[in-house]
């Protein structure tokens, strides 16, 4: 009788936990059985044993803060950084961080976020002009679409932000135009 009382109790657990662990979610799933087994006695049984079951799911999350968002609805296609505009420059300004970080530097994100940022890194530390010459011409192997000054500004400070370069400038703010615009220059020389 206690058996039979406490087998009740665990079948009315289970089965409001079973419907309270699936109320929050939506899916779908069939199971269907078949199977056989012998009574320890004399006389064979049957019983249930396979189950195949399917679900789906859809999910949304927010992004971690301070991290940015790659949405290009706000700009207009004649804005200089709208997608159509930037060319494969558009996969390293919304690479995520460990793709940039795990970028082969024969791929034009890896090409930019660390050989780039290398000879970038080397500017900074020593101001070197031929350093200008170097990033341009890295910046021509990877473009497929003409080079502004805006782009160049961004490419520049993504690898800034994302800290791809070890010593950055302390005066990157103030000089940040005029090296793109130097880069730029360069550029249009080669």
Known sequence: MKRMIVAGALIAV?????????????????????????????????????????GNGLGKGLLEA????NSTAALAKDDPLHP???????GFLHA???????????????LISKVYATVLDEYFLGGDVAKIDTMATLLEQVANKPLTEELVL?????????NLVENPSPTYDLIREELAA???AAASLN
């Open 84 to 90: 159509r505009n930037v060319g494969k420059f558009n």
């Open 154 to 162: 961004a490419i520049n400070d993504r690898i800034v932000t994302e």
């Open 14 to 54: 289970l089965g409001v936990a079973g419907v309270a662990h699936s109320a929050p979610g939506n899916g779908n799933g069939n199971g269907q059985g078949n199977g056989n087994s012998a009574n320890a006695g004399s006389s064979p049984g049957n019983s249930g044993g396979n189950g195949v079951g399917n």
């Open 182 to 184: 130097q880069i730029l």
């Open 96 to 110: 995520s961080p460990r793709a940039l970080a795990n970028a082969s530097e024969k791929s034009a994100i890896g």
């Open 66 to 69: 301070g991290t940015r968002g």
